[in-house]
């Protein structure tokens, strides 16, 4: 069976480079994702505002937030929402990590995400990635990728710290390349 949709993405292979973006951040600056670090990176890819799940799931990832740090984790969200859609949710939830908004069409696709039309305007303005979960090495490679087409089917964020923790402390190998 072939699919006739013309906006393709292709997959980001595990262990490979993770592509290297820059967004506008919440409370000024830009948000680099991608590239050589000093540390690990969960970048969290959400739908945006008009998506619950995803505000839960940011608002668990708050709770815990301390936890990645700890890890040696930097933490980084993203959405294509624009900056008076985050700060409405910033300011509902409180949510203290780093957020960057107006992420590009190109930039999604790059991260081989899925991509999805709004179902009408009151939902949303423009297209937007479905949900994306990443953990990147300090050198800018991917050690987990999590993608979806929708918003209920996202990794448990305390089992993927348990199991980063896991893998950091015992040096585990990039699975899933072969």
């Known amino acids: ?30 948000m680099t ?35 990645w740090e700890d890890a ?21 939830f409180g949510w203290t990590f780093d957020i960057g908004y107006d992420l590009q069409e190109s930039d999604m696709r790059a991260m081989g995400l899925y991509v999805s039309d709004p179902l009408s305007s009151q939902e949303t303005d423009r297209r937007f990635a479905e949900p994306g979960i990443f953990c990147l090495r300090p050198d800018g490679t991917t050690q987990i990728i999590a993608i979806s087409n929708g918003p209920a089917a996202r990794p448990d964020l305390d089992e993927l710290l348990d199991g980063m923790i896991f893998t950091i402390n015992n040096d585990k190998p990039v699975r899933g390349n072969a």
């Open 72 to 92: 040696g984790f930097a933490v980084k969200c993203v959405s294509a929402d624009p900056l008076e859609k985050v700060s409405d949710d910033v300011a509902r």
């Open 33 to 67: 994702v991608g590239g050589a670090t000093d540390g690990w990176t969960l970048l969290i890819v959400y739908r945006g505002k008009h998506c619950g799940r995803c505000k839960t799931y940011l608002s668990k990832l708050e709770h815990n937030y301390a936890k």
């Open 1 to 30: 069976m072939t699919n006739s949709h013309s906006n393709q993405t292709t997959k980001l292979q595990a262990g490979t480079a993770f592509p290297v973006f820059e967004v506008p951040k919440f409370g000024g600056g830009t």
